[in-house]
C-alpha cells in the first residue's frame, strides 16, 4: 500500500511541477470523484473554496508553497505528516488507546541533549543542566516504539537540539515514514545541513526568535538576532520548508505580534509561527516576564487576524484552546521527553514518575502522573483557560500530589506548590479576561449556527 501511494505522489508531484495553480481545481474534483464513501465531502469543499480566490491568503500560501519549497520537502510533509502521522495513525493510536485505556500521542517532542551554546533568559530548559543526551540508541527505539503505537511526528527541543545535528540527519533517513521538527536557535545551520535537509526531505525548523532584533538580542544575546536571520536566508536559498518559533511575554508581545515583524518572518521565507507564552519555570524564573491580561487577549485577537489576512499557518499553543477542546499534554496530543530520559507530560511541566530507560513509552503512557492527566483532561471548561500550570494551578498540584510524581529539574528541584505559587496570581487575573472573551466566542459560534440552519432551510424551500 505505502509503495502505490509512494508511485502516486512521485505521479502528483511531477504533474504539479508545471503550472501547479491551474491544475488544484481538476485535482480537487478528482478528489471528490474517489472520496466514494463522502467521508471528506466539507473538507474537499472547503478547500476548493480557500483556494478559488487568486487575491485569497490561502491561495497565495498554497502558491508560494508550491513555487519555492523543494519538492521533495513538500512531498515528505502529504506522506509522513498527513498520511502517516494523522490519517493512517489516528486508527492505530484509537486501538491502542481503547484497548490500554491510556492517552496515545499524536506527536513526542524529545530533547536529543542538553547542552546549549546560548543561556538565554527565563529559558526553562536551562534548569535540566548541559550535561545529559539521549543516545543515538535511546532516540532510535522511541521512534520504533512510537510507530507501532501510530505515531509518526516527533519534534526536538532541547538544549540546542543541533549540537546533535549529524544524529538528527541519521534518525531521519533511517525513519523515512516519520516527520521531524527541530525548535533550533538557528546558530549552528550551515550549507552542509542545508544540503542534508533538503537530501532527506522530511525534517523541518523551527527558528527561535523574539521580535525584532532588539527584543531577541535582549534575551537571547547581542547578535543573536542577526545569526537567526542569517540561518533563514540560508535555509530559504536551498528552497527549504522552515518557520519561527516565538515565546511573547511582558516586553515582546507587541513587537511578535506587529505587522512589521510577521511580514518580515514571511519575506524571509518562514511558512509557519508557533506562538508560544512566557512560563515561570525554574527556581530564578522571572516573574515579571509573565505576560499581562491584556496582552494575551490581544494576542488572541491577533492570531486569528494573521490567519486572515497573512500567508502563513500562525498557530498559539495556549489561546488556540478553544480549537483543541483545551490541554493537549499528557500524551492527549502530544508529551515530552527530557534528555535524561524522564517522560513528563508537557514540556513545561517537570514532573515525572518514570524514565524512558526503565520502561516502555507505552507503560510511561500508564504512568500514574499521565492517568491524572487523562482522568481530569479538560482542566477547565473555558477551553481559553486550558493549561494545569499557568491557568488551573490548582489542578497541577492536585495531580503531582495523587500521582507521587518527582521534580525533575536537575539544578534546584522545585517543589510544585512553590512552582504554583508563582503561576496563581497571573491565572487569578486572566481568568476575568479569558471568560469575557470564551462568551463572545460561544455567543458568535450559536449566532454562525443559527444563521447557517436558517440558510439550509431556505434552500430546501
Given amino acids: 500500500m505505502r509503495r502505490a501511494r509512494n508511485a502516486t505522489l512521485e505521479l502528483l508531484f511531477r504533474y504539479l511541477s508545471d503550472k ?14 474517489l472520496d466514494r464513501g463522502h467521508n471528506y465531502t466539507e473538507q474537499i469543499k472547503g478547500i476548493k473554496e480557500l483556494l478559488s480566490d487568486p487575491q485569497g491568503v490561502w491561495y497565495r500560501f498554497t502558491k508560494n508553497l508550491l513555487e519555492e519549497v523543494n519538492p521533495r520537502c513538500l512531498r515528505s510533509i502529504v506522506e509522513c505528516l498527513l498520511f502517516n502521522a494523522t490519517l493512517d495513525g489516528s486508527a492505530t493510536r484509537k486501538e491502542v488507546e481503547e484497548k490500554y485505556n491510556c492517552n496515545v500521542p499524536w506527536a513526542i ?7 546549549c ?12 543542566g548541559q550535561k545529559n543526551s539521549l543516545s543515538f540508541d535511546t532516540l532510535d527505539s522511541i521512534i520504533r516504539q512510537g510507530k507501532e503505537l501510530g505515531i509518526h511526528f516527533y519534534l526536538y527541543s ?9 544524529d538528527l540527519i541519521r534518525l531521519a533517513e533511517k525513519h523515512d515514514d516519520c516527520y521531524f521538527l527541530a525548535f533550533t536557535n538557528g546558530t549552528l545551520v550551515d550549507d552542509k545541513f542545508c544540503e542534508d535537509l533538503a537530501r532527506v526531505g522530511n525534517v523541518t525548523l523551527a527558528f527561535s526568535i523574539e521580535g525584532n532584533e532588539e527584543a531577541t538580542d535582549m534575551r537571547r544575546g547581542k547578535g543573536t538576532y542577526r545569526r537567526v536571520v542569517e540561518a533563514m536566508e540560508r535555509m530559504r536559498a536551498h528552497n527549504l520548508f522552515f518557520g519561527y518559533s516565538t515565546c511573547y511575554h511582558r516586553y515582546n508581545t507587541e513587537s511578535v505580534g506587529s505587522d512589521e515583524f510577521v ?26 516576564l509573565i505576560a499581562t491580561p491584556e496582552q494575551r487577549a490581544w494576542m488572541y485577537h491577533r492570531i486569528r487576524e494573521i490567519r486572515r489576512t497573512k500567508p502563513i499557518l500562525a498557530l498559539d499553543f495556549w489561546n488556540d484552546g478553544e480549537y483543541t477542546s483545551g490541554c493537549i499534554a499528557g500524551g492527549r496530543c502530544y508529551l515530552h521527553i527530557n534528555a535524561a530520559g524522564d517522560v513528563e507530560p508537557c514540556a513545561f511541566i517537570h514532573y515525572s514518575n518514570v524514565n524512558i530507560h ?3 513509552l507505552l507503560e510511561a503512557l500508564q504512568a500514574p502522573l499521565f492517568m491524572q492527566y487523562r482522568k481530569r483532561q479538560p482542566f477547565n471548561q473555558n477551553h481559553l483557560r486550558p493549561c494545569p500550570l499557568l491557568d488551573n494551578p490548582d489542578e497541577l498540584v492536585a495531580m503531582v500530589r495523587e500521582s507521587g ?3 525533575t529539574e536537575m539544578m534546584a528541584p522545585e517543589d510544585v506548590e512553590v512552582l504554583c505559587s508563582k503561576t496563581r496570581p497571573a491565572a487569578e487575573k486572566w481568568a476575568v479576561k479569558a471568560d469575557e472573551l470564551w462568551a463572545k466566542a460561544k455567543a458568535a459560534s450559536a449566532r454562525g449556527l443559527r444563521e447557517e440552519s436558517a440558510a439550509a432551510i431556505a434552500g430546501e424551500r
Fill in 109 to 115: 517532542l524529545m530533547d536529543p541533549t542538553s547542552a
Fill in 158 to 166: 532541547g538544549g540546542e537540539p543541533l549540537v546533535r545535528k549529524d
Fill in 358 to 360: 526503565d520502561v516502555t
Fill in 20 to 33: 501547479p495553480m491551474s491544475k488544484l481545481p481538476a485535482m480537487l474534483s478528482l478528489a471528490q470523484q
Fill in 117 to 128: 551554546n546560548l543561556n538565554c533568559t527565563g529559558c526553562w530548559a536551562a534548569q535540566y
Fill in 263 to 288: 511580514d518580515d518572518m514571511i519575506a524571509r521565507g518562514c511558512r509557519f509561527a508557533w506562538n508560544f507564552t512566557y512560563i515561570p519555570v525554574g527556581k530564578d524564573a522571572a516573574l515579571d
Fill in 405 to 407: 510524581a518527582r521534580s
